[in-house]
């Protein structure tokens, strides 16, 4: 399908001009909305999590990783390079991805603990209308950029 709109917009002057003109709007449209009626707090529409609590979390990121045949590759093609002459290849490779996780835990671990108090300041209400002002400002000007694009 998508081949088929870009064929059409190479084609047709009038649709690119038509399809420009509507995206246009649309941005401009979202834009004013967000600069004029910023929204006071964060509401979510999606489904809650299903609760399958901590242990849940682990196994089903566990899963994926193992499952997953890039990390295996990673490992496989990244690892060996470091591993010095002379060393048991299988116990230094299996140290050195041990490490790997490890680091990566730690990383993690820290971005969630500054998530949190990160997640607080976004959430209030005149941060959100600050941002979501913002945003409009952005859409705005995407809008306006777009409407004054030339075709090649």
Same mark, same amino acid.
């Given at each position: ?64 990783? +193992? ?31 041990? +490490? ?15 998530? +949190? ?19 409009? %400002?952005?859409? %705005?000007?995407?809008? +306006? ?8």
């Amino acid at each position: 399908m998508s081949l088929g709109l870009g064929a059409l917009l190479a084609a047709s002057e009038y649709a690119f001009t038509l399809l420009k003109w509507a995206g246009a709007a649309y941005l401009l449209w979202l834009g004013v909305h967000l600069v004029l009626k910023p929204r006071d707090r964060l509401t979510l529409n999606s489904a809650p999590a299903t609760g399958s609590g901590t242990r849940g979390d682990l196994i089903r990121g566990y899963l994926s990783n +193992i499952l997953n045949p890039k990390v295996g590759i990673f490992y496989v093609t990244f690892l060996p390079q470091f591993v010095p002459a002379g060393v048991n290849v299988a116990g230094f490779s299996f140290l050195l991805a041990c +490490i790997h996780v490890l680091l990566g835990m730690l990383w993690f671990a820290l971005l969630i603990a500054a998530t +949190i108090p990160l997640g607080r300041f976004l959430a209030r209400p005149p941060v959100i209308r600050a941002l979501d002002r913002l945003t409009g %400002i952005f859409f %705005i000007g995407f809008g +306006i950029r777009l409407a004054l694009a030339k075709r090649h």
